[in-house]
């Protein structure tokens, strides 16, 4: 007999699982057609969601997706269920649980209080029956707020991650990009550099050009080397000055170890950056990044949905408390995501699950050049974003990462989100800002170049 059903015009519709139910009820995605899990239909998707919206929350903690006893996010997901947080909706189903979180006496401190109740597979299932300003309505309301050197999330703030990626990791280009950044104020979340390589000397050489840059201005911000967690710690150990760990996260066990990771790896990690004592206002030390279709490309999906999968590595992320994580929302490729419309929905359901099982998330707006998507797609994200309350987004030198090779958002896209939404940077980094005479008393841009920057801007021209 199925389990779930639901019957539009005398045909009835049937779901063998939760797994199933889960995977029907999404909505479209190239991802989910090529795993082979998606919807027959648009009758058969609104059906699915019209049965998921009928499935307790209780179910979600008595029917794991991936078993227990063979995958450690499953695990983790389940031993570190919070049963007191989870009280206030526990005896919600999918849709009343939709309806409560819109309800405006479902405020910021309730959502915080309920987190740690809330499973990934709970966060997935109601995003799949919310429209695009549910999402948006929702997320807004939760705020985290997380700090290393400065401090990230606050409400009214949209802060940026620093992107000077340079295809040979040359010293030159990559601090051309960081006084560019620096200028058009961004750089508060981190400034953070993806390698040319993996090799450690070169991971510990773009370190101390970081470091050497944030103690010669003394900019309240962290720098990041997004390299593998064991690079990192190899770093660590011959005495390199790492702020962050970095390290791209999945959903499932199998999906971790294509990485080269396991949980206690990221717990040495963690571990190893918080012996170095680095931070000034807090010690938020680890830096996620997270994607739909990572656990389908790695052949570890376990037959769930996309973004099902997504969900539970957001629940990877929260189990470090890290100081940023980020969803790389349409950088895997249209495999996944094919187009704007798919980018759009994915980066605001990302961001929504993440902010609702208390994570500081971000997100890439971003795309490849060959998904059916542009720049105008990227602006209503980032817009919608901006209004939902994103934690940081990427700033990238005309917005165009020339090692990575895929389009993002630029210096000037952040300032544009700033401005039309009353948006300000962290508020240590809005200060420095000040001081330096990058901004004015108004807190826009100075006209002219700030006499601390002209020497560095010569040594560049030389």
Same mark, same amino acid.
């Given at each position: 007999?199925?389990?779930?059903?639901?019957?539009?015009?005398?045909?009835?519709?049937?779901?063998?699982?939760?797994?199933?139910?889960?995977?029907?009820?999404?909505?479209?995605?190239?991802?989910?057609?090529?795993?082979?899990?998606?919807?027959?239909?648009?009758?058969?998707?609104?059906?699915?969601?019209?049965?998921?919206?009928?499935?307790?929350?209780?179910?979600?903690?008595?029917?794991?997706?991936?078993? %227990?006893?063979?995958?450690?996010?499953?695990?983790?997901?389940?031993?570190?269920?919070?049963?007191?947080?989870?009280?206030?909706?526990?005896?919600?189903?999918?849709?009343?649980?939709?309806?409560?979180?819109?309800?405006?006496?479902?405020?910021?401190?309730?959502?915080?209080?309920?987190?740690?109740?809330?499973?990934?597979?709970?966060?997935?299932?109601?995003?799949?029956?919310?429209?695009?300003?549910?999402?948006?309505?929702?997320?807004?309301?939760?705020?985290?707020?997380?700090?290393?050197?400065?401090?990230?999330?606050?409400?009214?703030?949209?802060?940026?991650?620093?992107?000077?990626?340079?295809?040979?990791?040359?010293?030159?280009?990559?601090?051309?990009?960081?006084?560019?950044?620096?200028?058009?104020?961004?750089?508060?979340?981190?400034?953070?550099?993806?390698?040319?390589?993996?090799?450690?000397?070169?991971?510990?050489?773009?370190?101390?050009?970081?470091?050497?840059?944030?103690?010669? %201005?003394?900019?309240?911000?962290?720098?990041?080397?997004?390299?593998?967690?064991?690079?990192?710690?190899?770093?660590?150990?011959?005495?390199?000055?790492?702020?962050?760990?970095?390290?791209?996260?999945?959903?499932?066990?199998?999906?971790?170890?294509?990485?080269?990771?396991?949980?206690?790896?990221?717990?040495?990690?963690?571990?190893?950056?918080?012996?170095?004592?680095?931070?000034?206002?807090?010690?938020?030390?680890?830096?996620?990044?997270?994607?739909?279709?990572?656990?389908?490309?790695?052949?570890?999906?376990?037959?769930?949905?996309?973004?099902?999968?997504?969900?539970?590595?957001?629940?990877?992320?929260?189990?470090?408390?890290?100081?940023?994580?980020?969803?790389?929302?349409?950088?895997?490729?249209?495999?996944?995501? %094919?187009?704007?419309?798919?980018?759009?929905?994915?980066?605001?359901?990302?961001?929504?699950?993440?902010?609702?099982?208390?994570?500081?998330?971000?997100?890439?707006?971003?795309?490849?050049?060959?998904?059916?998507?542009?720049?105008?797609?990227?602006?209503?994200?980032?817009?919608?974003?901006?209004?939902?309350?994103?934690?940081?987004?990427?700033?990238?030198?005309?917005?165009?990462?020339?090692?990575?090779?895929?389009?993002?958002?630029?210096?000037?896209?952040?300032?544009?989100?700033?401005?039309?939404?009353?948006?300000?940077?962290?508020?240590?980094?809005?200060?420095?800002?000040?001081?330096?005479?990058?901004?004015?008393?108004?807190?826009?841009?100075?006209?002219?170049?700030?006499?601390?920057?002209?020497?560095?801007?010569?040594?560049?021209?030389?």
């Amino acid at each position: 007999m199925p389990r779930f059903s639901h019957t539009i015009d005398s045909h009835a519709y049937a779901f063998a699982s939760l797994k199933e139910l889960l995977a029907k009820a999404t909505p479209p995605r190239s991802g989910d057609v090529l795993a082979g899990v998606a919807a027959a239909s648009a009758r058969e998707r609104v059906a699915a969601q019209l049965a998921l919206a009928d499935v307790p929350l209780l179910t979600f903690l008595n029917e794991a997706l991936v078993p %227990y006893e063979d995958d450690e996010v499953t695990r983790l997901i389940i031993d570190s269920h919070d049963r007191a947080a989870f009280a206030p909706i526990a005896h919600l189903c999918v849709g009343d649980f939709r309806d409560w979180l819109l309800d405006d006496a479902t405020d910021t401190a309730l959502l915080a209080q309920v987190a740690a109740g809330v499973t990934p597979e709970m966060a997935a299932a109601v995003s799949k029956i919310m429209r695009l300003q549910d999402l948006v309505l929702v997320a807004r309301k939760c705020r985290v707020v997380t700090s290393f050197r400065n401090t990230l999330g606050l409400a009214g703030r949209l802060s940026t991650r620093l992107q000077p990626n340079h295809p040979t990791d040359d010293a030159t280009g990559i601090a051309a990009s960081i006084l560019d950044g620096l200028l058009l104020g961004s750089g508060d979340a981190v400034i953070g550099i993806n390698p040319a390589t993996d090799n450690v000397a070169q991971v510990v050489s773009l370190l101390q050009l970081l470091d050497a840059v944030i103690d010669q %201005y003394q900019i309240p911000t962290q720098s990041c080397v997004l390299t593998h967690v064991t690079n990192t710690l190899e770093a660590i150990r011959r005495g390199a000055p790492v702020d962050l760990v970095f390290q791209s996260v999945a959903g499932t066990q199998a999906a971790n170890r294509s990485f080269g990771i396991d949980l206690a790896l990221l717990a040495e990690g963690r571990a190893a950056a918080l012996s170095l004592g680095r931070g000034t206002a807090g010690q938020n030390v680890m830096y996620f990044e997270t994607g739909q279709g990572s656990a389908l490309s790695a052949g570890a999906h376990h037959g769930m949905d996309q973004q099902t999968c997504e969900a539970r590595a957001h629940a990877v992320a929260r189990a470090f408390q890290p100081l940023l994580v980020n969803s790389v929302v349409g950088f895997i490729g249209p495999e996944y995501l %094919y187009d704007g419309k798919q980018i759009l929905r994915a980066g605001l359901e990302d961001h929504f699950c993440a902010k609702l099982l208390g994570l500081p998330m971000g997100c890439d707006v971003c795309y490849t050049n060959h998904a059916q998507a542009d720049q105008d797609d990227m602006d209503a994200l980032l817009t919608m974003l901006g209004v939902a309350g994103c934690n940081f987004i990427m700033g990238v030198p005309g917005a165009d990462d020339i090692m990575l090779g895929y389009q993002s958002t630029s210096f000037h896209d952040a300032l544009y989100a700033r401005r039309v939404l009353g948006l300000r940077p962290a508020p240590e980094f809005e200060a420095w800002l000040a001081r330096m005479r990058i901004t004015d008393a108004q807190g826009n841009l100075s006209a002219a170049l700030p006499s601390a920057f002209q020497a560095a801007l010569l040594r560049l021209d030389d």
